[in-house]
């Protein structure tokens, strides 16, 4: 059961990533909160089913969005010339 439900979370997650047309205007921010939700469902459906699955896509969406803000943040900074 673990198995089958971590297959059907990454390929949802491959379908996604492979069909999304707008991936290209997304900024860091949400590139980092979809490939952490994917991430996080994966590892937490191997570890630990159905419930891990789920809080393992939350705790990976939020930690995935928070970087690629602080990755926007950064390109923000080094576009205007300030380190």
Same mark, same amino acid.
């Given at each position: 059961?673990r198995t089958?439900i971590s297959k %059907?979370? %990454?390929?949802?997650? %491959? &379908? &996604?990533?492979?069909?999304?047309?707008?991936?290209n205007k997304l900024d860091k921010?949400?590139? +980092?909160?979809?490939?952490?939700t =994917?991430?996080?469902a &994966?590892v937490?459906g191997? #570890? =630990?089913g159905?419930?891990? #699955?789920? %809080? +393992? +896509?939350? =705790?990976?969406? &939020?930690g995935g +969005?928070?970087?690629?803000?602080?990755?926007d943040?950064?390109d923000r900074r080094?576009?205007?010339?300030?380190?």
């Amino acid at each position: 059961m673990r198995t089958s439900i971590s297959k %059907l979370i %990454l390929t949802c997650s %491959l &379908v &996604v990533f492979c069909s999304c047309s707008t991936w290209n205007k997304l900024d860091k921010t949400e590139r +980092g909160a979809v490939i952490g939700t =994917g991430a996080g469902a &994966v590892v937490g459906g191997a #570890a =630990g089913g159905t419930a891990g #699955a789920v %809080l +393992g +896509g939350v =705790g990976g969406g &939020v930690g995935g +969005g928070l970087i690629g803000n602080e990755m926007d943040k950064d390109d923000r900074r080094d576009r205007r010339g300030r380190y």
